[in-house]
């Protein structure tokens, strides 16, 4: 109740300039519709006002904040902002927080966790986003972790609608386990989604925003399981 007061309240005023210059700046702004951008927009705003932030060694700026605000409500766009409920507060470092967020080429990524923070490094956050169209999105992959947690457990599965998790896990599992038999060639998405189902799970999620038509083509049915899922309202 006093949240959606507060919303509105916020929402009524117009949004800064230097908040829209920096997302219109993006390269995930220009592959949007009208709109679809006045709703990120708007999400945009809610998480950067809803969510507590904090720099870990750095003093965070409005374009750190709305940069990572905007690639985070990118995947929720359809599903509405309110699937984020569980999460607090989102920590940005510098560079890297410890070895052991490293994956296995020593490349620090960022950590979601089950205490509802997301812990990220903004020289990843940056690469991620330098080129659209690669697959790797750091901010994409932990905020998917965020979705998938949402029941309370890391395991590749989000909160989905009745009857959909049958169907779900055929898909997810039939790929998951083709990833892990793939030759370098043939794999669809990057190999760190075959470390387990959680990681599947938010490697497929970069893949789908970053590379949707290899996706389409490559493998139909994960793109429609990953499809209907980002593009339904939840309930
Ligand atoms: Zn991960």
Not at 99 to 104: F, G, I, K, M, T
């Amino acid at each position: 109740m006093f949240r959606r007061i507060r919303r509105a309240l916020l929402l009524r005023k117009p949004i800064d300039s230097e908040s829209s210059a920096v997302v219109s700046a993006l390269p995930l702004w220009k592959a949007l519709t009208e709109s679809e951008k006045t709703r990120l927009l708007r999400d945009v705003r809610i998480l950067v006002h809803e969510k507590n932030w904090q720099g870990v060694g750095m003093a965070l700026s409005m374009e750190h904040k709305v940069t990572i605000a905007a690639y985070a409500a990118r995947i929720v766009l359809y599903r509405g902002i309110d699937e984020y409920r569980d999460l607090h507060s989102i920590y940005v470092f510098p560079s890297s927080i410890s070895e052991r967020n490293a994956d296995s080429s020593g490349r620090f990524l960022g950590m979601a966790n089950n205490l509802g923070q997301v812990l990220l490094s903004w020289a990843a956050v940056k690469k991620g986003i330098r080129k659209s169209n690669d697959g790797h999105c750091v901010t994409t992959h932990e905020f998917a972790h965020v979705l998938d947690a949402a029941d309370g457990s890391f395991d590749g599965t989000p909160v989905l609608n009745r009857g959909a998790y049958a169907p779900w896990a055929r898909v997810m599992s039939e790929h998951f386990l083709q990833l892990r038999a793939a030759s370098r060639k043939k794999r669809v998405i990057d190999e760190y989604g075959a470390t387990n189902e959680a990681e599947f799970f938010a490697v497929a999620t970069e893949f789908y925003f970053e590379k949707p038509n290899s996706l389409k083509k490559r493998a139909p049915e994960l793109f429609l399981a990953l499809d209907s899922y980002y593009k339904q309202k939840s309930t």
